[in-house]
């Protein structure tokens, strides 16, 4: 019991020497930022999604989605635009046809056939603040929507196993 004792003891002062060796963990304060976002900074983050997207597809080089200089705040329509570009160069490569979304289109702002169908197949999330805000889009709303669309191609990207998909197993005998 004494050893036991001793062993709590030196490990309790070990840790504490090495908590005090290190530094402490400053918290970095991290301003929302609403500012409306132009087309140039869409056009930069777009561009490098698809120079993500190519390697990962294995598609060839090139490029679909220009550089933009233009001040011009970015709205819906322009972003839809972007994300059905880039939905274009990666369908060569994509290995599942997605089931269709089931989505109320009484709540959609965006309108017109692409934007409807990127929400079908899962591009765009049916209830985020692209499709049914009405806000002026923010870095935030931006970065969550290329992030969305970025697990999506992924998610359509690849053929998964049937070993580790239970929803392609079929009553098959994990082995």
Not at 12 to 21: E, F, P, R, Y
Not at 39 to 52: D, I, T
Request: hydrophobic content about 45%.
């Amino acid at each position: 019991m004494r050893i036991l004792q001793i062993s709590l003891l030196a490990a309790a002062l070990a840790v504490t020497s090495i908590a005090q060796d290190v530094a402490p963990i400053r918290k970095r304060v991290v301003a929302p930022d609403t500012s409306p976002v132009t087309v140039a900074e869409a056009h930069a983050v777009f561009r490098k999604a698809e120079s993500l997207i190519r390697p990962l597809l294995k598609l060839p080089a090139g490029e679909v989605i220009p550089v933009s200089a233009s001040a011009e705040l970015l709205d819906r329509e322009k972003l839809v635009d972007l994300i059905a570009k880039l939905r274009e160069v990666a369908r060569p490569e994509l290995k599942i046809t997605p089931y269709p979304a089931v989505y109320d289109k009484a709540r959609l702002t965006i309108k017109g056939p692409v934007a409807e169908s990127l929400v079908r197949d899962g591009f765009i999330a049916d209830v985020c603040p692209l499709a049914t805000g009405k806000q002026p889009l923010s870095p935030r709303v931006v970065g969550d929507t290329v992030g969305y669309f970025m697990a999506r191609v992924c998610d359509l990207g690849h053929v998964p196993s049937h070993l580790w998909s239970p929803y392609l197993q079929n009553e098959m005998k994990m082995p």
